[in-house]
């Protein structure tokens, strides 16, 4: 179903309700309350959103931004209030959940790409919101990176920004203390240029980008006797679309990694909506920020082969914590 991508989208007003049973003895219908749950409803539509406990802690999505701007101020403590603005909203239809990106709005945090040939390849970092009515995901706070040129992004491991918290009165007050490790964070920005350049002196044939964007986004083609025609539909039309993205990034960037990260964060920042593909938006680009860490810290074994790395992924899973929310 088609997902939400507009701010208008997940800010609207939500109320906590009472939950009642409801069921029939001898033709008599008859109502109970259940004391240790409640539903959090859209106010707009009725609709519930959320069966939770009693001390669940409601965050709204528009307090949940307003947390998001104190921690873009604590992570970038050179930046003021009314210097970030919201650049992506994800949610799918329900709105059980929502993450919202909050960007800079000068270049003042931006950094480049020293070993850029034909222009300057200038990133960017953002802070992305996690919430939810659902109970489901934890309300969340992670830092990502992205391409200014083009918008494609990852997320990086939860070692920089450390938030996340449950859903409840114990653990969420009226304000909220971030634990932000900055020297890692400054320690991360060089590793991470260098790992960029590290990608570019890593030949990949043209016949390996398809089974390493695959392995690294964790894309199973199904199999052809136990899945449908429409699902054998989808991954070709699955396949035809990475195809389309490998041949546009080689021929920008040539048969190296460099080609193949931008092949997989452009299809994690734009997943199409596909059966083959299982996962949102946010844990694909937490699986190219994953990756990223991973490879570049494999490339540097004096072993190390491009093949062998893609037998690795595709029997390999990314870290449970990745999708713990």
Not at 200 to 220: H, K, N, S
Not at 237 to 256: F, P, V, W
């Amino acid at each position: 179903m088609p997902r939400l991508k507009t701010l208008d989208d997940v800010l609207f007003p939500v109320a906590e309700h009472p939950v009642f049973v409801s069921f029939t003895t001898r033709g008599v219908e008859r109502r109970l309350p259940v004391p240790d749950k409640k539903a959090i409803v859209n106010r707009n539509t009725q609709r519930v959103l959320g069966i939770v406990s009693r001390d669940y802690r409601l965050v709204t999505n528009e307090e949940a931004l307003g947390f998001a701007e104190q921690c873009c101020r604590t992570v970038f403590p050179e930046t003021k209030r009314g210097e970030w603005t919201e650049a992506a909203v994800d949610a799918p239809s329900t709105a059980g959940y929502c993450h919202i990106d909050l960007v800079h709005k000068t270049a003042a945090l931006d950094f480049g790409d020293v070993r850029a040939v034909d222009r300057p390849e200038v990133f960017g970092p953002f802070i992305r919101v996690t919430n939810s009515y659902n109970g489901l995901r934890a309300l969340g706070f992670e830092i990502g990176f992205f391409r200014k040129v083009c918008k494609n992004g990852l997320i990086v491991p939860d070692t920089i920004v450390h938030f996340r918290y449950s859903h409840s009165h114990r653990d969420i007050g009226r304000t909220i203390q971030f634990v932000i490790a900055t020297e890692r964070l400054a320690r991360f920005k060089k590793a991470f240029l260098d790992s960029l350049n590290g990608l570019r002196d890593c030949v990949v044939e043209r016949a390996q980008f398809g089974p390493l964007i695959m392995g690294v986004l964790q894309l199973r083609e199904p199999l052809p006797d136990k899945s449908g025609p429409r699902v054998l539909e989808d991954w070709r039309t699955l396949r035809t679309h990475l195809e389309k993205l490998i041949s546009q990034y080689c021929a920008e960037m040539g048969d190296n990694a460099y080609a193949a990260f931008n092949a997989i964060t452009d299809f994690a920042s734009d997943p199409p909506e596909n059966r083959c593909v299982r996962r949102d938006r946010h844990s694909l680009q937490k699986l190219a920020g994953w990756w990223l860490t991973s490879f570049n810290d494999e490339v540097r074994k004096p072993d190390f082969t491009i093949s062998a790395h893609i037998e690795r992924l595709a029997k390999k899973r990314a870290p449970s914590s990745d999708f713990r929310f």
